[in-house]
């Protein structure tokens, strides 16, 4: 027993170790790619540069390229040389001045001419390979004829060599150290400069007698320098001791890119393996992102020309002929539970959760989880073990952990031999093969247990009630939930409705409902708070909140965040603030009128949330998602979400032109003024999170046309179509943040002349009087003319419903859309529909499609009518079923139910989804699915 202890506790020791020896960047990043489809204008991208307004700057083969996280704003490279053309870098000035270099020179960017314009040609007219800003006004500047010194409009121009084609001229990196010594990385050798006389100094790094010295780029941490070279890997110099020395072998020897955090670690680009973090402390490789087949989350290509780590710790990799790859932003507000080396619920649907101390069960649709962090225990079940892996409950009672399964029955597990046994040894229904949706105890210790045959009720082991909808009040169906209120109620939810378990009485009710009430909708959360005001979360319908008596209740106003989604758990926070969980997204609801969005950009990886209780400890709040257990630290929910940059007006488009040079800033308040023509106005914005586009949520209004805020989500930018002559505001800030909101005036003048206004007056006059007349007329023929018997106006009416069909011919008879502009159009639009994917906005209107492709309602609905032969209802659903089609066909989507894919295809209910798929196939969607041999709940 001694030796099996000892090599159980050798076992967990090593186990411990291999935790520890984990490389410290083990989280894994979730990557977007940019290229030419995003907006780029070239795949080349030699050099990555954050400004300090939050803008992210690409240079390129052909153009600097400014990105905002979802826009890019071209500065095309004149001169007729193409290769004289690719960036080399690119450094900030004060007044966020942005100034670049390439094979042709030096560049300064004009944002009011929205161009580059060339610095010094007649001094610098050749390759600026390097440039550095000291913070204080001076710009170093490495070009291949030696070092200049830019300050205050002067230039001063310094030669390491006298001779002016000498490689030790050709600066590729530059790099000042805390002493007044500026380092600089050459062809042929590593020279130092010393500001204060300028003295030189070379190091030469000699290698079995030969010289490597033709160094690319250049690091400093501390009192090391790091040196790139295209051919000999890393290259160290210790500044102390003048000494070179080979670094570490990052796989591949041309270093293309070479930069640092300026504490311990060094980021390295190499074309052709890739992109690592190396630990100079530790002097080995600790991160490593490469292209690699057949695997997620890897970079598109291992030829690396740039690497740019940002303050914010998002990765920017650019390359060969393939673009841009970047981490999104997440702010790690919400973390997934991991135990390392064990168990990570990444990506795995959680369904049940019980927490007992250190203890956690915890149940999702891939099996049953024990594990217990105090002892170091862990344990899975899964069939064979069980009848099914899907956990739908657990309940922590009695020293025991009860579990109820979808299909599989109900289970007890013993955490102390963690052995599992069936609750009903006998092996009746549904125990043994039944549906168990939910298990609560009650204030007397009762075991109440919802499942597909009704209610269950044991007391000591023993089954002391049976509920159904044949013995008692019990609403057909399946029984969802069992809330008891503290009043002891126990309020039922079934598919059909609800019922009250009366503690007085021992009998369930259903004729204690006031008019109004909810109780007739399908539910499956209920929820008391703080208050002890009740709240109640239907299947696609408005949040309902009552007090316990029933005699005060309402509904939430709609227009709110929740509109549409299925309610799938609430919970209440320390500040007494409700967090409520959906189908569709995270929100936190102040119980008035505030609610606070939380995505991907807070660390959540997937908006949907499952019918998982969270469970509160003394820390924070545990959350069961789609893609893994979360965790919120309590700590950290007031805190502000910490995106560092404020939302920017970013362009501004009139009549489809951009005038964003003409706004005109008076202290801190831009405006632009327009003509009376330049009536159609859009808006490009960014908060400058750099998370997926998906999830960027703002609020906005153009005071002087809207009446309040608007939420806008996946979109940066707005338009607004023929506004009237007058003076707005448009306001934009994130969503929830009224703190981060940004503003710009906007004055369109008016067209009306004195001339005019007389003009309109006359006209006016002259047409009230002869409406007048007319109608005078009128009435004396009236009284004239008999009237029409009940036979001539039923014929009449009846004409006119006849002649209504061709309504929609005649509408269009004049319309001169030629058959070309409609095959262009037709074409045009479904290149929109394969690739953005409109159709999956559930409030998708024609005007939106038609602005998508460039075109008029009216031009697109001709289109349709006319041309395609379609209805628009008809055209978009039935992509929307192409997309159900083709989501059910893969495996990651088996898990979802039918209510939540139909959602991602596009429709607004389950029950328009189920309309439309059967008038469109002939069978039902569970038909369908059968039919290809899948299966989904």
Known sequence: MHNVMKNILRFIFILFLIFLSLPIFSRSYAFRGLSVTEGLSDLVVNVIYKDSLGYVWLGTGNSLECFDGIHFKHYLIPGSDEKLKRVNVIAEMPGNELWMGNGSGLWRVSKQKN???????????????????????????????????????????????????????????????????????TENGLYSLRLSDRKIEAYHNVMEEKHVCSFKNIARIGSMLYLGTMGQGIISFDTQTKEFARFVDVGCNVISSLSGDGKSLLYVGTDGNGVHFVSTDKKKVVRSMRHETGKDETLRSNSVYSVLVDKEGLIWVGFYQLGLDYTLYQSGLFSTYTYAPFFDSGDMPVRALAIKGKEKLIGSRDGLFYIDEENHRYKSFKVPLLRSNMIFSCLYYQNEYYIGTYGGGMYVLNPATLTLRDFEPDGGMPFSKGHIFCIKQDRENNLWIGTSLGIFCYKDGRQIAHYTSANSKLPEGNVYEIYFDSTHKGWICTENGMCIWDPSARTLKTD???????????????????????????????????????TTFRRLQPGTPLDGNDGMFIVEDREKWLWLGTNNGLFRYDKKDHFIPYNFVDGIPSSIFTLCPPVRDENGIWFGNSKGLLYLDAVRINQKKSIPYPVAITDVYVNGKSVVQSVVKEGTKPEISLEASQKNVTFYFSEFSYTAPAFMSYEYQLEGEDTGWTTLTGRSDMTYYDLPSGNYTFKVRRMGNPESETQLTVKIASSISIWSILFIVIAVVTGGLAVLYQKKKEVEAEREEPMPDSDKVIEKETQSVEETSGVVEEKYRTNKISVEECKRLAEKLEIVMHKEKPYINPNLKIADLAISIGTSSHTLSYLFNQYLNRNYYDYINDYRIAEFKRLVEKDEYAKYTLSALSELCGFSSRASFFRYFKKATNITPNEYIRSIGKNNE
């Open 115 to 185: 161009s580059l314009e060339p610095i010094a040609r007649e001094t610098i007219g050749y390759a600026v390979r390097s440039l550095l800003h000291d913070g204080k006004g001076i710009l170093y500047i490495g070009t291949e004829r030696g070092l200049f010194i830019y300050k205050g409009g002067s230039l001063n121009q310094i030669m390491i060599d006298p001779n002016m084609l000498s490689a030790a001229n050709s600066i590729g990196g530059l790099n000042l150290g805390e002493d007044g010594i500026l380092w600089m990385a």
């Open 512 to 550: 204690v409902f006031p008019e109004g009430f909810i109780h007739k909708e399908k539910i499956r959360v209920i929820y008391e708070d703080s208050n002890h005001d009740l709240y109640f979360f239907p299947d696609k319908g408005s949040l309902f909140i009552s007090d316990l008596s029933m």
